[in-house]
Nanobody
């Protein structure tokens, strides 16, 4: 069993900052991509940032220069530092990871339960 658990959401004024965390736990052999998605009310879930275990980090244009993704490979944790938050950043943020549970197992995509971020104007 593998779980992704997010934390760090909350209510913040425009221009403020939040730091989201997501810990992957369970039977994990390796983690490839780890990233964050944003789902605004009534909208689809969109990729915000992704950091592969090797390769270039991806940021959505809307967050470039404001958000920073980082990983702690020992703790199987991914962070999203969100600065200069805007009201349009409001929504649920979901952690996502591609995880291999055994040396010969397949890579499976997992989602966290989401954490709410509300930015007031």
């Amino acid at each position: 069993q593998v779980q992704l658990v997010e934390s760090g959401g909350g209510l913040v004024q425009a221009g403020g900052s939040l730091r989201l965390s997501c810990v992957a736990s369970g039977s994990i052999f390796s983690i490839n991509n780890m990233g964050w998605y944003h789902q605004a009310p009534g909208k689809q879930r969109d990729l915000v940032a992704r950091q592969p275990s090797g390769g270039s980090t991806f940021y959505a244009d809307s967050v470039k220069g404001r958000f920073t993704i980082s990983r702690d490979y020992v703790k199987n944790t991914v962070y999203l530092q969100m600065n200069n938050l805007k009201p349009e950043d409001t929504g649920v943020y979901y952690c996502n990871a591609d995880i291999k549970r055994g040396k010969w197992g397949a890579v499976v995509n997992y989602w966290g339960q989401g954490t709410q971020v509300t930015v007031s104007s």
